[in-house]
């Protein structure tokens, strides 16, 4: 398995150099080394040179189908391991537009990653026939357009719903300031009715008034006028 990461797969005959201890580092090998300890025997693993290994060579495309292993993809972790007749096309929404054109395709796993135990295939696209690379790829353009301007409208909706919502706060808060302005905002001299004492009232230089100043409106210069 190390060597097929490399793209390459162990020749037809060879024979291990040497044998050591297998390491339990995923949980699948856990399990292969606790059935190998319940039939008493070593859990070992097989070591072969590079001398002993050739570049790996999947199967063809046949009837425009692409090969695939028994869990459904396609270990593509070097170029080489590319079926002959076939085109890799790493785009993620590549596998729903095969489904929608009627396109054979295989999911293309590039890598592995360890995760607590685990091993976790990196999938990078999918792996189509070259004769059907074409209208997939156009697909993929018309595809990434349409979400671009679906991207481009959602985003005005949201400025035109940002603008409306500041404009109507401004004219309530400009309603609310004419409607409810304050003495010292009003021209010097104004004067308004006080509905509660019957009484009118005007503004004075220093902006405000009060039904408590009782000092004499000669000596202050404002105040009541009765």
């Given at each position: 398995m190390?060597w097929?990461r490399l793209?390459?797969?162990?020749?037809?005959?060879?024979q291990?150099?040497?044998?050591?201890k297998?390491?339990?580092?995923?949980?699948?090998?856990?399990?292969?080394?606790?059935?190998?300890?319940?039939q008493?025997?070593?859990?070992v693993?097989?070591l072969?040179g590079e001398?002993?290994?050739?570049?790996?060579r999947?199967?063809?495309?046949?009837?425009?189908?692409?090969?695939?292993?028994?869990?459904?993809?396609?270990?593509?972790?070097?170029?080489s391991?590319?079926?002959?007749?076939?085109?890799?096309?790493?785009?993620?929404?590549?596998?729903?537009?095969?489904?929608?054109l009627g396109?054979?395709?295989?999911?293309?796993?590039v890598?592995?990653?360890?995760?607590?135990g685990?091993s976790?295939?990196?999938?990078?696209g999918?792996?189509?026939?070259?004769?059907?690379?074409?209208?997939?790829?156009?697909?993929?353009?018309?595809?990434t357009?349409?979400k671009?301007a679906?991207q481009?409208?959602?985003?005005?909706?949201?400025?035109?719903?940002?603008?409306?919502?500041?404009l109507?706060?401004?004219?309530?808060?400009?309603?609310?300031d004419?409607?409810?302005?304050?003495r010292?905002?009003?021209?010097?001299?104004t004067?308004?009715?006080?509905?509660?004492?019957g009484?009118?009232?005007?503004?004075?230089s220093?902006?405000?008034?009060?039904?408590e100043?009782?000092?004499?409106?000669?000596?202050?210069?404002?105040?009541f006028?009765?």
């Open positions: 190390v097929m793209g390459r797969a162990i020749k037809h005959g060879e291990p150099i040497k044998t050591v297998q390491r339990a580092v995923t949980a699948r090998a856990k399990m292969q080394v606790e059935e190998c300890e319940a008493g025997k070593d859990a693993s097989a072969f001398w002993q290994t050739e570049l790996f999947p199967p063809p495309v046949t009837n425009g189908k692409v090969p695939r292993n028994d869990y459904g993809r396609l270990d593509l972790f070097t170029e391991m590319l079926p002959e007749g076939a085109t890799h096309i790493p785009h993620p929404d590549a596998k729903q537009l095969c489904k929608d396109i054979d395709c295989v999911e293309a796993v890598r592995f990653e360890f995760r607590r685990i976790t295939p990196i999938i990078s999918v792996v189509v026939p070259s004769d059907a690379a074409e209208l997939l790829t156009d697909a993929l353009a018309e595809s357009q349409n671009v679906q481009r409208a959602a985003m005005e909706r949201r400025a035109v719903k940002r603008w409306r919502r500041l109507v706060a401004l004219r309530v808060r400009k309603e609310v004419d409607t409810f302005a304050t010292s905002s009003l021209p010097q001299g004067t308004f009715k006080n509905k509660n004492k009484k009118s009232i005007e503004i004075a220093s902006g405000t008034s009060s039904d100043d009782e000092e004499d409106p000669i000596d202050t210069g404002g105040g006028i009765l």
